[in-house]
């Protein structure tokens, strides 16, 4: 089977969906008893509505803190017990340079909190059990928190979002919603760096950087076997990922499945991947489907994925698996598909070969103005698997047009009828229709995904209601470029990009990615594989209502809610600065 599971054996028990968000710590509360700060404590909780402020310190002390700033906690998890704070709090750590490290596991929301990093200081969190426990929990109880400004390594996920719903449970269980996961470093991570679980809805993840996940497996360990992506979101709806920088993943750096409805992925940095780089919807088992809303039992609905740059992948740059109403625009992705697929994917699902299951083909995906820059390999591949009585990557003639693509690439339908195996983009246009204003030429950019002057990916795009900024968050006028970057004149300050690796983990970033061809090449043996699938080890949430989908217009009347915040290249710089400071990459040399 292509598809061998290679989860659940490192999934612990306390992990699995729907147990661990109401399950007791295994470790006993703290004790109520801060006589020494029984008078702060009183203050704060005489007034209905106050919302209190903790503070904690690595020179602080659990028994004699108080919790003030002058007299701090040692340990986040004191801070954020529920015999300390309570729903509106904030605790806010210290984190000064050389003295920042906190080794906790297990850093519990239990009530809304917001959790974050005291002004100018960068607090580190480092669990050392990848096996057990993750670094910090968000459980149900905790929806609406925040956890901002944070470096996170180690622990089994770096964070994850609990939930309690199951298929068939009470209708009223969800998972943890509303939280805001901002400002973070995530790396080192035994497995995935970001876990959402079913009904975990409306999760807004800005200005991260992941890398390095998967650091559980025993060196050796063939990388068909992993499953350690860096945000990996199983039914967790209205999920918003922006200005990121998702880099050096075991497996795939991001992906949302299991009936994800509404998610925008925008204006991310997605680079050297084990497995594909975006995806659409992948392959979940069925039990985290929510069969009432999503009968279909399709992986995605209504997603959309503009202006990122995706580079070096090991499958798919973007890809859709049983998918519907999704957009997929103005991304550049450059060296995808080193392993196998294509820049831009139509793949098929299995579910578990269950006999209760869908596996419905992608339906009505719109791809506009995506770039893709490589020498030679695959641009567009639709997949078909005979299995199951026939499985298909696509419903009807893929509507992809206006994109960029090298001149030597080639397109594949592999479904029964079609001749297209390693065609041409004048053979794919002849066969379906599709691309007919699509640009081959010979593109570059910059290293952050800048077009130069003179690119002739400039206005050969077309302007797109669900795509209103670029990756820099700059507003796109009257005619859009192709790719995420919108042209705008000479540039005269192009940030370098993040520096290299430093640890021995990391150092496969240094490494030069090999010729994009390397099995898919024109007349090259193409891998026709899989990537293993995620068996949904932990499922999250509900549609929530949002602007019409595209039902394959180019420009819908309706706009899309759009964010515009601040730029990406803004938050690379800033994670940039992170690199380097702080007390140590140090404690962490696995
Ligand atoms: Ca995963
Ligand atoms: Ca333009
Ligand atoms: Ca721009």
């Known amino acids: 089977m292509r598809l061998c599971s290679r989860t659940d054996l490192f999934a612990p028990a306390h992990l699995a969906a729907g147990g661990p968000a109401s399950r007791p710590s295994r470790r006993l509360p703290p004790k109520r008893h801060l006589l020494a700060s029984a008078t702060f404590l009183l203050a704060t909780a005489s007034v209905p509505g106050f919302a209190a402020e903790w503070f904690v310190s690595t020179a602080g002390n659990d028994s004699s803190g108080n919790g003030s700033l002058q007299n701090p906690f040692r340990t986040i998890k004191r801070a954020t017990s529920n015999s300390v704070s309570s729903a509106g709090d904030t605790v806010t750590v210290r984190g000064p340079a050389g003295n920042a490290t906190y080794n906790e596991c297990e850093v519990r929301l239990r009530h809304r909190l917001v959790l974050r990093a005291y002004p100018g200081e960068r607090p580190r969190i480092h669990c050392n059990d990848m096996s057990n426990d993750v670094a910090v929990r968000i459980d149900v109880a905790g929806s609406g928190s925040r956890v901002s400004g944070f ?17 068939g449970g009470p209708s ?11 400002d973070l470093l995530v790396h080192h991570t035994g497995f995935d760096g970001i876990k959402v679980t079913p009904k975990s809805d409306n999760a ?12 559980g497996y025993p060196a050796g360990t063939p990388d068909d076997d992993k499953n350690a992506d860096g945000i990996d979101n199983v039914n967790g709806s209205g999920m918003v990922v922006e200005d990121s920088y998702i880099h050096d993943t075991a497996t795939t750096g991001l992906y949302f499945k299991g009936g994800a409805a509404d ?5 991310n940095r997605i680079e050297n991947t084990g497995d594909a780089g975006i995806l659409v919807g992948f392959d979940t088992s069925p039990q985290f489907f929510d069969l009432q809303l999503n009968p279909g039992y399709y992986e995605a609905i209504r997603g959309i994925v503009r202006n990122n740059v995706v580079r070096n992948t090991g499958y798919a740059g973007i890809g859709l698996y049983a998918s519907r109403d999704s957009v997929v625009a103005n991304n550049t992705i450059i060296n995808a598909a080193r392993r196998g697929h294509a820049a831009l994917y139509f793949g098929v699902t299995f579910q578990d070969w269950a006999d209760a299951a869908g596996r419905p083909a992608n339906r009505t995906a719109v791809l506009r103005n995506n770039l893709v820059i490589q020498d030679g ?15 298909s990557g696509l419903v009807g003639a893929p509507d992809s047009n206006f994109n960029g693509f090298p001149s030597n690439c080639t397109f594949r339908d592999g479904r029964p009828g079609s001749n297209l195996g390693n065609a041409t983009l004048a053979q794919w246009r002849a066969a379906n229709g599709a691309d007919v204003n699509s640009t081959a030429a010979s593109f570059s950019v910059s290293s952050i995904g ?16 669900q795509v209103l900024d670029d990756v820099d968050g700059d507003a796109r006028p009257v005619n859009y470029d192709i790719g995420a970057d919108e042209f705008r004149g000479p540039v005269v300050d192009e940030p370098a990009p993040p520096p290299p690796p430093r640890d021995r983990r990391r150092r496969r970033a240094d490494v030069p990615m090999p010729p994009p061809d390397s099995g898919n090449g024109p ?3 193409v891998r026709d ?6 068996r949904g080890r932990n499922p999250g949430p509900g549609p929530r209502p949002r602007p019409p989908g595209v039902g394959g217009a180019t420009v819908p009347a309706s706009a899309p809610d759009v964010r515009i915040t601040p730029p990406v290249m803004a938050a690379w710089e800033r994670i940039q600065s992170w690199i380097g400071t702080g007390d140590a990459r140090d404690a962490v040399q696995r």
């Open 172 to 182: 009223g269980n969800h998972g943890a919603r509303d939280v805001v996961l901002e």
């Open 377 to 391: 390999g695959r641009c567009i591949d639709i997949r078909h698997s005979s299995e199951l009585g026939g499985l």
């Open 204 to 215: 807004t993840i800005r200005r991260v950087e992941i890398h390095t996940t998967g650091a």
């Open 263 to 267: 998610v925008v992925i925008q204006r």
């Open 529 to 534: 594989i899989e990537i293993p699938a995620d």
């Open 151 to 167: 470096e996170i390594s180690g622990g089994y996920y770096g964070v994850m979002l609990m939930t309690n719903w199951y298929q």
């Open 523 to 525: 007349g090259s043996r």
């Open 450 to 465: 800048h077009l130069p002057a003179g690119s002739p990916a400039i206005d050969r795009g077309v302007a797109l209601a």
